[in-house]
């Protein structure tokens, strides 16, 4: 096997996993100048797309110097380095063992994916590195843009944005002593807004929009369960509102909570309604092995649930101490036999007809075909033009795809 150069972009954090239908390791020109061009359509702002359009171009200037060379975008899973550098590892081995590294040539834009360097110098030498820097508009240069793009961090949308949006709620609720109506219903609708930005539901209410919506283009009975998990909330919030204004405001504290406590039903409600939705989904999509994972969940959401009320009867009195650890223990006894019920759900261990229709791809992310046939009795599938059977101890199904081993 001829030793092989390898030009390589890394994108940590996996913004083209995460924006586009990419996953690494993408190898080759054809396949990074795709990945690249839609990157850059799904965020024209994203400079690790113009890190793999740099990284083409320095492949075309190291054949000058090297006659075997290729690239290569390697991605990470997310922002937790932990688990990213695992999934960087699993793709280098992927690289290692299809080809004879000679050397890397890294491409990268920043600091952080440069933090890859000693995961490639435990294969190979690093022949040079290259840094992008990506000239901005004064425009994109500013200090405003410099904000909005660092609230994009999770972790930084908590901290200055959620936190205060709660402290201002705290604040809004304080109408039930000082009665300033028009200063509260600010500083609760401001509060409302930071606390669904900051913490990250806004984007999950416009994904469940987007779903019934596209539910409903699809026609798909799953639009049911997510206009009921709309619905369910709204309820949940109005029993509690009644009886609230309805308490004698002994003990404003104690009203509030015993209040709150109607909402626990909906909420659980509202979710496992989600959950049942994306388990719809999920069979829509011949993704049927996820079901087992859904009804966990559903089980964990009722157990939750138990241990939430059970916890707030003891607070307001209205159950004894001993009340809270025995559903404790009862939900986690309920939650290991969700847990067994879960796994017999789970066909990526199985040959089965469901199977049938599935991608298949191999470790790289080649196309070879739809699964046409399975065979329980050999434990094989029969997918691509050519009828090629591979026995179950040869592939493995993930994210919705038949992945061959080589």
Same mark, same amino acid.
């Given at each position: 096997?001829?030793?092989?150069?390898?030009?390589?972009?890394?994108?940590?954090?996996?913004?083209?996993?995460?924006?586009?239908?990419?996953?690494?390791?993408?190898?080759?020109?054809?396949?990074?100048?795709?990945?690249? *061009?839609?990157?850059?359509?799904?965020?024209?702002?994203?400079?690790?797309?113009?890190?793999?359009?740099?990284?083409?171009?320095?492949?075309?200037?190291?054949?000058?110097?090297?006659?075997?060379?290729?690239?290569?975008?390697?991605?990470?899973?997310?922002?937790?380095?932990?688990?990213?550098?695992?999934?960087?590892?699993?793709?280098?081995?992927?690289?290692?063992?299809?080809?004879?590294?000679?050397?890397?040539?890294?491409?990268?834009?920043?600091?952080?994916?440069?933090?890859?360097?000693?995961?490639?110098?435990?294969?190979?030498?690093?022949?040079?590195?290259?840094?992008?820097?990506?000239?901005?508009? *004064?425009?994109?240069?500013?200090?405003?843009?410099?904000?909005?793009?660092?609230?994009?961090?999770?972790?930084?949308?908590?901290?200055?944005?959620?936190?205060?949006?709660?402290?201002?709620?705290?604040?809004?609720?304080?109408?039930?002593?000082?009665?300033?109506?028009?200063?509260?219903?600010?500083?609760?609708?401001?509060?409302?807004?930071?606390?669904?930005?900051?913490?990250?539901?806004?984007?999950?209410?416009?994904?469940?929009?987007?779903?019934?919506?596209?539910?409903?283009?699809?026609?798909?009975?799953?639009?049911?369960?997510?206009?009921?998990?709309?619905?369910?909330?709204?309820?949940?919030?109005?029993?509690?509102?009644?009886?609230?204004?309805?308490?004698?405001?002994?003990?404003?504290?104690?009203?509030?909570?015993?209040?709150?406590?109607?909402?626990?039903?909906?909420?659980?409600?509202?979710?496992?309604?989600?959950?049942?939705?994306?388990?719809?989904?999920?069979?829509?999509?011949?993704?049927?092995?996820?079901?087992?994972?859904?009804?966990?969940?559903?089980?964990?959401?009722?157990?939750?649930?138990?241990?939430?009320?059970?916890?707030?009867?003891?607070?307001?009195?209205?159950?004894?101490?001993?009340?809270?650890?025995?559903?404790?223990?009862?939900?986690?006894?309920?939650?290991?036999?969700?847990?067994?019920?879960?796994?017999?759900?789970?066909?990526?261990?199985?040959?089965?007809?469901?199977?049938?229709?599935?991608?298949?791809?191999?470790?790289?992310?080649?196309?070879?075909?739809?699964?046409?046939?399975?065979?329980?009795?050999?434990?094989?599938?029969?997918?691509?033009?050519?009828?090629?059977?591979?026995?179950?101890?040869?592939?493995?199904?993930?994210?919705?795809?038949?992945?061959?081993?080589?």
């Amino acid at each position: 096997m001829k030793k092989k150069v390898f030009v390589v972009c890394v994108d940590r954090d996996n913004d083209l996993g995460r924006k586009t239908r990419f996953k690494g390791p993408v190898i080759g020109r054809e396949k990074n100048l795709e990945a690249g *061009q839609k990157l850059i359509l799904a965020d024209p702002t994203e400079s690790d797309a113009n890190t793999i359009f740099a990284s083409i171009k320095k492949m075309e200037e190291a054949k000058k110097e090297f006659k075997n060379v290729e690239v290569v975008t390697i991605t990470g899973k997310d922002k937790t380095a932990l688990r990213s550098d695992k999934e960087i590892n699993r793709q280098l081995d992927i690289i290692q063992k299809n080809y004879n590294v000679e050397g890397w040539i890294l491409v990268t834009d920043g600091a952080e994916d440069a933090q890859v360097i000693p995961l490639l110098q435990s294969r190979a030498k690093i022949i040079s590195t290259e840094q992008v820097i990506i000239r901005q508009a *004064q425009a994109v240069e500013s200090t405003f843009y410099t904000i909005k793009e660092a609230f994009r961090d999770p972790s930084i949308a908590r901290m200055f944005i959620g936190i205060p949006g709660i402290l201002l709620l705290l604040f809004a609720s304080l109408w039930f002593f000082y009665p300033q109506y028009i200063l509260q219903t600010i500083t609760l609708v401001l509060g409302a807004y930071l606390l669904l930005k900051g913490f990250g539901i806004e984007d999950k209410i416009m994904d469940m929009f987007k779903n019934i919506t596209s539910s409903i283009s699809e026609q798909r009975i799953s639009v049911v369960f997510y206009v009921a998990a709309f619905i369910f909330p709204l309820f949940g919030i109005w029993l509690a509102y009644i009886q609230l204004i309805s308490s004698n405001f002994i003990d404003i504290g104690l009203d509030v909570i015993s209040s709150l406590r109607l909402l626990y039903p909906f909420l659980a409600a509202a979710v496992i309604s989600i959950i049942v939705a994306k388990g719809v989904d999920s069979i829509y999509a011949k993704k049927a092995y996820k079901i087992g994972k859904y009804f966990v969940q559903i089980v964990s959401i009722v157990a939750l649930w138990a241990i939430l009320d059970a916890g707030t009867l003891v607070f307001l009195s209205q159950a004894d101490l001993a009340w809270f650890p025995a559903n404790i223990m009862a939900s986690f006894i309920i939650l290991i036999i969700a847990l067994r019920i879960g796994n017999t759900f789970d066909i990526r261990a199985k040959v089965t007809r469901i199977l049938i229709g599935l991608h298949v791809s191999d470790e790289e992310g080649n196309y070879l075909g739809r699964v046409k046939e399975v065979n329980k009795r050999r434990q094989s599938i029969t997918y691509g033009k050519k009828n090629v059977e591979t026995r179950k101890k040869d592939f493995i199904l993930k994210d919705g795809r038949i992945i061959i081993l080589n």
